[in-house]
Nanobody, 119 residues
């Protein structure tokens, strides 16, 4: 599966952004999807994941209650709605996919999209 994220940009603290990831290839609904991020000078970290059907989601503590992951298996897309953004959310965000576990070392990655939150 090939992944392409979009929707990044510059936003003020307290604002919101919606990231989208489009997947090409077959059987999108057989992949667990996830979002990761990498801030300047830091390691890449897990942000959120969503199960094949979309019925189960999982979030990092740092974004719980502010970010929402969703997917549309008919359109082969996964989204990350980010509300109440903080400067520490500034990072390059990556979309990822795996057929088994996405929270650690997913198999497929897309190029990142930069999110900058100004204070």
């Amino acid at each position: 599966v090939q992944l392409q994220a979009s929707g990044g940009g510059l936003v003020q603290a307290g604002g919101f952004l919606r990231l989208s990831c489009a997947a090409s290839g077959r059987a999108f609904s057989t992949y667990i999807m996830g979002w990761f991020r990498q801030a300047p000078g830091k390691e890449r970290e897990f942000v959120a994941s969503i199960s094949w059907s979309g019925g189960s989601t999982f979030y990092a503590d740092s974004v719980k209650g502010r970010f929402t992951i969703s997917r549309d298996n008919d359109k082969n897309t996964v989204a990350l709605q980010m509300n109440s953004l903080k400067p520490e959310d500034t990072a390059v965000y990556y979309c990822a996919a795996d057929r088994r576990v996405v929270t650690t070392s997913p198999t497929y990655w897309g190029p990142g999209t930069l999110v900058t939150v100004s204070s």
